[in-house]
């Protein structure tokens, strides 16, 4: 495998369920993030982590819960989520250095469907 | 408050055509920008990426872009464009003091025959 990988490619739970999306990049980075990509929304961006510790937290619900147990994994848990929690979930990572920001790589995403 | 504005939800260019992007940003110093390619069912993958220096910037698949500082402004150029080139195109901007990148609502781009 090569670059950055998602599975599952396509979910769908019922709000009571509990799954969780994975991601795995092989590009040997230093930073990995959850973005949400909603129909006509910009993307957002959910969860940063570098150096497996969390750096960014942009007002995401408790419903979704990240996981980083080491600098080539990401998880994204989800527990009793909403209808409006529709959406494509990217995983992206990058190498970041003092001399500025660094290319992120997108994973193919997966596409989340809550009944 | 950073933003990213795309003022072109879509566009339809003929094979062939020319073909130019919208992009303008709102932030207080020179930001990082970024422009990215949508394919359907994928994710987003990098053309180009300005930080600094030449303003004008050389992308892959034979885009390029202009930084525009007194206009605030980004624009993604092809001088013609392919079939293949048909996808959702988005502008980013970074802040140079963290991770948070923020995204235009993107461009899709229709191409006919």
Not at chain 2, 19 to 38: D, K, M
Request: with cysteine; glycine share 8%; charged share 20%.
């Amino acid at each position: 495998e090569t670059g950055v990988t998602q599975t599952p490619r396509h979910l769908v739970m019922g709000m009571t369920n509990k799954k969780s999306l994975k991601c795995e990049q092989h590009l040997g980075h230093n930073a990995m993030y959850w973005y949400k990509q909603s129909a006509k929304k910009p993307l957002e961006l959910m969860f940063v982590y570098s150096l497996e510790e969390r750096v960014e937290n942009n007002s995401v619900p408790s419903r979704f819960s990240p996981e980083c147990p080491n600098s080539s994994h990401l998880f994204l848990h989800l527990h009793t989520l909403q209808p409006e929690d529709s959406a494509l979930y990217l995983c992206a990572s990058s190498q970041e250095a003092a001399g500025g920001p660094e290319t992120q790589y997108f994973g193919p995403g997966t596409r989340l469907l809550v009944l | 408050a950073q933003s990213v504005t795309q003022p072109d939800i879509h566009i339809t260019v003929s094979e062939g055509a020319s073909l130019e992007l919208r992009c303008n940003y709102s932030y207080g110093a020179t930001p990082y920008l970024f422009w990215y390619v949508q394919s359907p069912g994928q994710g987003l993958q990098l053309l180009l990426k300005y930080f600094s220096g030449d303003t004008l910037v050389q992308g892959i698949k034979g885009f390029e872009a202009e930084f525009k500082r007194s206009q605030s402004s980004f624009n993604l150029r092809k001088p013609s464009v392919h079939w293949s080139d048909a996808a959702e195109y988005f502008c980013a901007v970074r802040n140079t003091g963290g991770f948070k990148t923020i995204f235009g609502a993107g461009t899709r781009l229709f191409v006919k025959a």
